[in-house]
């Protein structure tokens, strides 16, 4: 598992991990916003709700992204390389799901008006999680920059041979 262990630190008062999230809720929303991506831009026609919030124009770029983000945020969970390229691709794709999913929610509201207050809420409130995960990766990128400041166990040969003395 691509994983880093930090110990407590300035600001921190336990130990923590640094790594890919994979909470059932991420995964989840980065997988419907692929899901959602690839069967807007497959049918015939936008459903009623996208064509009247979404203008023409945007609609394809805004398919686009959501195929975009949900292939980069999931490629970024399970990527097997560097811990630190995989929280920049988690983050690439968190930011990005923020974008698309702000972008509906504030169509939503600007559109709908009140009767639309609950679904731009909810879509709002998966914007700001996508960002809120997308600050915790960034504090975790500077941690891993400066392991020095973050108290990170690390492996010491021990040169010292135990001896065992009798008891006094």
Known sequence: ????????GPGRDRPGRIGPARHPFEVMAL????LCGIVLAVIEGSPPSVSAVIPGDLEP???FGLVAVGI???LGLGWPGRLGTALGVELGGLVGL????GMYAIALAVTVGTP????ASFTAAVAVAAW???VQIIRDLGRLARPDQA???VDVPVLVELVERDPP
């Open 72 to 74: 980069v945020g999931l």
């Open 31 to 34: 997988a419907s916003a692929l």
């Open 151 to 153: 108290d990170v166990p």
């Open 132 to 134: 809120w995960r997308g």
């Open 1 to 8: 598992m691509n994983r880093f262990l930090v110990g407590a």
């Open 116 to 119: 639309g207050i609950v679904a």
């Open 61 to 63: 770029l805004w398919e």
């Open 98 to 101: 923020g974008a698309v999913t």
